[in-house]
């Protein structure tokens, strides 16, 4: 009966504070991806014409995200019957734009407005109990110019 | 070369849809997935059980020690009725009945594997006639007889290594969690089925010993009593009424089954001669 | 549309750049499988359900990141990756992606 009211109680807890941060991340997500619309992003290695270019230097974004107990709960009954893991794919998505905003400000502050051979990184830093899903790190980089 | 930056439609990488429906058509699913197991154990596991030799069962419990007190006027008092009792109720040739008594204040019996009976001084204190303490002893000794004790094992380690295997298999530790829970709930407990197979077998065996049932209905009426008692004051009876019907309820259904039967409802009790226990003293 | 991991095609002319196109998906096999990988485990060799997982989450990140591309016009992505992490045990994250363009002449 105790394990009960526990369980049902963080399921509560995680559902109410998972899905109003997560909501008011997708609005901060939606307005700063607006806001740095202009900053391109290319996975190609080289510029198409590298006469006009400047910089080249490294940037970076990194996030580590973890999920509420709401999310690994669904998650776990979702692995007995199998199939996509909803309640997972928002938080990766959430965390590689985050990843990706952080490395464009990081291109603002030095002045270039395209970051080229951008790679992406996801890893698992702390598995959670039972092997579900701790945190993950979201890692993006790339090579700022300006154009 | 033309650069552009346009906006992707969104919830392709992640669905929109609300997280409650997925969690609850989820838990519907499973809850209907596990209760179906349940159930399709039960019916093999009670029939099954019947397979299991009884004489291998009472080697399994061999070496575990029931109760402190053994060897005891009391003891002797409660296995003297078993052997009186046992011998109405069509038990099986090779089942034998083995009564413990634990000086405990637990208002409890319980009937366990090998046909182990533990009787709790808490109870008897509570027991007016011999009749009626016959009632608690029928009861048990039904459970023996269609071997509830190890269906209920069976049911519990089943569903245990189930939830081992989800829970370590596919690191689901809701889905280990949900089954597991199921799991202690049918070690810990009788079903209410099994529970008024119980009852009616005790009622049976009542009347062939005594001629008549009313050791059932004091049972009941005092159990009903006590259940109506504050549970803060005695969680020890509350214990033991969790896991069964509604006492009222039973007396009903052995009233209605002592009308088709024609058995006898009320005659003449004998005082519990209890070693050790003044017959009039209140719980 | 086009799907390459090369950054020029030969013989075509990229008219436009559209911004990287990314699709991603968790998946899990149900538990009877996961099960059964268990066992397979203790004795070794492909590990079919899983490499079924891989495969059915792979092809769905591609969707997905074609779907991307083509919500926003592109007929082609150039330089695509894959990257794969076991986010949560039994349950692996497939992420692709790529720069969506549109070339002249896609279909010859």
Known sequence: MFELILVLSLLALGYGFGSYREKSHY?????????MRDILLFDSRFPPDSSRISGGKLVH???????DYFKMFVAGLRKLVGGRLKSYETLLDRGRREAILRMKAQ??????????????ETSSISKGAEGNLGSIEVLVYGSAVKV | MQYENPKPREGINYSSEHPLKEFSQLLIGIVVIIAVVVITLNALAGRLAFYIPFEFERNMVSDFEFAEVEESLQQAYLQELADRLAPHMDLPEDMKITVHYSDSDTVNAFATLGGNLVFFQGLIEQMESEEELAAVMGHEIAHIKYRHPIVALGKGVTLATLAAFVGGSSASGAGGWLIGSSANLSLLKFSRDQESQADQAAAAGLQALYGHIGGAKDLFQSFAELEGQDSVTNPGVVELFRSHPHSANRWIELQSLADTRGWLVDDARTKLNFPGVASDSEG | MLISNMEVIPQKRILKHLGLVQGSTVRAKHVGKDILAGFKNILGGELVAYTELMTEARDEATNRMIEQAESIGANAVLNVRFATSSVAQGAAELFAYGTAVVIDQPDS
């Open chain 1, 27 to 35: 609005a901060s997500i939606f307005r700063r991806e607006d806001e």
């Open chain 1, 61 to 67: 974004g990194n996030v580590v995200v973890s999920v």
């Open chain 1, 107 to 120: 291109a603002v502050e030095q002045g270039a407005n395209q970051i080229f051979n951008v790679k992406f």
